[in-house]
């Protein structure tokens, strides 16, 4: 299974729907089981988004076949601020909601560090990416990961002022973008010092406050027809990867399993 696209959307909602009695068509239960299964969904609204951003949505979504394809989906309508993290160890602004029980719903989270770059042309030279417009400090995005124009994501590995080192399958010129962030599964909780206990360390350093979060994230699936993203009237006019209408709407996903 795959993570969704890092587009991030102008919101993001997670609401129950369609609960559902167990003992409903004389189904008998255990009186100690739950009562409901709650069902929820995610909802993505963007508010407007490029061709590009268009096109690499439309390329995931193509790859996913009728709900059948899981894959997961980050909670961006609820970031946790990170206050420490000490080995496997993230102290986070509060715990609740979160699960070390893969069947409530998902124990998987993501710490996204807020920070970045991007840029609209580069060339590519081997693994090696140029951007003259560029003057970054000396391995500053070291360890980050990277998007290129078609949406294939690795990792940087160096950097100087104006390329990048990239790890993995060579990336496409164009467009790209650059982030930071680390997927675990919680093994525990200390709830009452703030504490998820991953399954092992997420390689980041705790840095200033506001800068890192942890995000719920929930396995998926997909099942519109369509993406639900309607064409708008504007128009870019660069000559790069965002050349092309631009688009906004709502994404909704189905989370499998139940949760509260």
């Known amino acids: ?29 255990v009186q100690t089981r739950k009562q409901y299964d709650v069902y929820h969904i995610i909802r993505y609204s963007y508010d407007i988004i490029s061709s590009r951003q268009y096109r690499i949505l439309d390329n995931h979504f193509r790859s996913v076949n009728g709900g059948v394809t899981s894959f997961w989906v980050v909670d961006w309508g609820d970031p946790r ?8 160890r993230v102290t986070i602004n509060n715990v609740q909601g979160f699960s070390a029980n893969s069947g409530d719903g998902g124990n998987k989270i993501l710490l996204w560090q807020n920070s970045g770059d991007y840029g609209n042309d580069c060339t590519i030279l081997g693994q090696v990416l140029t951007d003259r417009k560029k003057a ?25 002022v ?3 080192t990239i790890t993995g399958a060579t990336p496409i010129a164009g467009a790209y973008d650059i982030y930071r962030n680390a997927s675990n599964l919680v093994s525990n909780i200390d709830t009452g010092l703030r504490k998820l206990f991953l ?10 406050p506001l800068e890192k979060f942890v995000l719920p994230v929930y396995e998926c699936f997909y099942a519109q027809d369509s993406l639900g993203l309607e064409q708008l009237d504007d128009f870019n006019y660069e000559p790069n990867d965002n050349y092309g209408p631009y688009f906004s709407g709502t994404i909704e996903f189905i989370q499998s399993g139940t949760g509260t």
């Open 1 to 29: 299974m795959s993570f969704f696209p890092f587009i991030q959307p102008n919101k993001s909602t997670r609401i129950p729907v369609r609960p559902t009695s167990r003992g409903f068509m004389g189904q008998q239960v």
């Open 81 to 88: 601020p990170i206050s420490a993290i000490s080995g496997d």
């Open 136 to 160: 970054w400090t000396v391995n500053e995005w070291q360890s980050h990961r990277f998007m290129d124009s078609i949406g294939a994501e690795s990792y940087v590995a160096s950097n100087t």
């Open 162 to 164: 104006n390329t990048l």
């Open 199 to 208: 399954s092992a360390s997420p390689g980041m350093a705790y840095t200033t």
